[in-house]
Structure formats: structure tokens, C-alpha cells
């Protein structure tokens, strides 16, 4: 904490005159993005994109989004950029352009304990169990693509909703993020009882290149500027101190 309340006085230090970056984020994604008690963005990618901030003496103005709409709202000009743990995806890159991943996790399926025991998960070893995801992801287009045909795909605002469908039984299994699932699904009350099951799945064509920064198509500047103060905080331990703190265990990047 004491790294996240210096980084935190360095960017309230910036001169009311630097420029505004106005950032998107969906905040319903633990532990990359949350909302506090309070009512203010907290997690990892608040804490990235405070860094980034700093490095590029900007200041971070920090909007929220529901999910169908940070691509829009960015296309419109109503914000200038989005750090959502938005996968880079060919489809995506038609709309927006990326920034260098600044972070890349697989998928993983989570279930009820001992509900699903199946070491390699396929549509067919399912069939009859339903699947959540959050509606309009990667996930989603994943289990359209390769499940649908097999199986029930009930879709969700948000992933919060989809692990509190699957809590009440009315999905069996929830296929999300990873490091998302464990720490902000397993590690809560509501993950009591349930586990992250089959192997990693992994599809590049769906999955995309990791995790970037989007900003309009066409605005290389402000992309080429995030790329340089993304390797900036990589080079000098900035970003592994803010991963340390939310993922102990794990590497996301």
C-alpha cells in the first residue's frame, strides 16, 4: 500500500495545466477493476493507468462504461482512450487500434466442486450443462463459435453477474479470465464451494495478442506515447511492484 499512496501523491503533484487523458474502464472486472466503498475505480488497471499518467505527465480524468459501449464511446470522442483488459482481436483492430500488450492471461472455466471432471473440456463432454459469460467478449464469441451448436449459452451484463448466476445454479459452469476468476470469484464469499476446472483453453483467433491499451483508429500519437511509457514502467519495476500487490502468485503480463 505504501507504493500504491507514493505513486498516488506523484500524480496528484502533476500541474493542474498538464494534459487530461480520459480514460475508459467498465469497473465490474476484480481485481483489475472494482469500485470501492466509496464509489471510486480501484485495481489494477486504475493502478496502470496511473502510471502511465505519471510517466507521460498527464493527468487521468477515469470514466466508466458498460461493456457494449466502451468502443462506442471512445469511436464518439466521449472518452480518449480505453484500459479495460480489452483483448487485442482482429475484429477489434478493424474499430480501434492497440497499444503493445500490457497484459495476457488465458481462460479458464469455473464450476461448482466436483460438478465437472473433466481434464480436457470439449462441447460434447458437456452437453447438457449451460455455460455463462459476459455478453459481447471474446468469451462470448468463443462459446458461440465453438459451443453453441452443443449446449445453452446464457450471456450477462457483466462478469459479476454471470458468477452470481452460476452461484445460484441457474448456470453450471462460467467461462472468464483466469487470474479475474480466482482472485475476484474464488477468492470472495460468493467462490466458496466452486473451482476453476479443465485446462487452460486457449484460441488465438479469439483470444487475440493479450490485453491492450485501445485508442481511435488513426491516432498513432497518443498510441506511440502509451507504448513508450508502457515500456517505461516495465524497464524501471513500476509495473511489477502494481502486479506484486494484486496478483502475488502471478505474472499477468
Request: net charge neutral; glycine share 6%.
Amino acid at each position: 500500500m505504501r507504493f500504491v499512496s507514493l505513486l498516488l501523491a506523484m500524480f496528484m503533484a502533476i500541474s493542474a495545466q498538464a494534459e487530461t487523458l480520459r480514460i475508459a474502464m467498465e469497473g465490474q472486472f476484480p481485481p483489475f477493476e472494482e469500485i470501492d466503498q466509496n464509489g471510486r475505480l480501484k485495481g489494477f488497471n486504475v493502478d496502470i493507468a496511473n502510471a502511465l499518467c505519471v510517466q507521460m505527465q498527464a493527468r487521468c480524468e477515469l470514466q466508466r462504461f458498460a461493456w457494449d459501449d466502451l468502443i462506442p464511446a471512445l469511436q464518439e470522442q466521449r472518452t480518449d482512450l480505453i484500459l479495460a483488459s480489452m483483448s487485442i482481436t482482429e475484429e477489434r483492430q478493424a474499430l480501434v487500434d492497440f497499444t503493445h500488450h500490457y497484459a495476457h492471461t488465458p481462460a479458464f472455466f469455473f464450476a461448482r466442486e466436483d460438478t465437472v471432471n473433466e481434464v480436457i473440456i470439449t462441447p460434447r463432454r458437456l452437453i447438457g450443462k449451460r455455460i455463462g459469460v459476459q455478453r459481447e467478449t471474446t468469451y462470448d464469441r468463443f462459446l458461440t463459435a465453438r459451443y453453441e451448436a452443443f449446449l445453452p449459452i446464457v450471456r450477462f451484463a457483466s462478469a459479476a453477474e454471470t458468477y452470481q448466476a452460476l452461484q445460484r445454479g441457474e448456470v453450471d459452469l462460467v467461462l472468464d479470465d483466469a487470474v479475474s476468476g480466482y482472485f475476484g470469484f474464488l477468492q470472495s464469499e460468493l467462490g466458496q464451494g466452486f473451482e476453476r476446472v479443465g485446462n487452460a483453453v486457449k484460441a488465438p483467433k479469439f483470444f487475440g495478442k493479450g490485453q491492450g491499451i485501445a485508442v481511435r483508429k488513426g491516432d498513432d500519437a497518443l498510441r506511440t506515447r502509451l507504448d513508450q511509457a508502457l515500456a517505461v514502467i516495465l524497464e524501471n519495476g513500476v509495473y511489477r511492484r502494481i502486479e506484486r500487490q494484486y496478483f502475488p502468485r502471478f505474472s499477468v503480463y
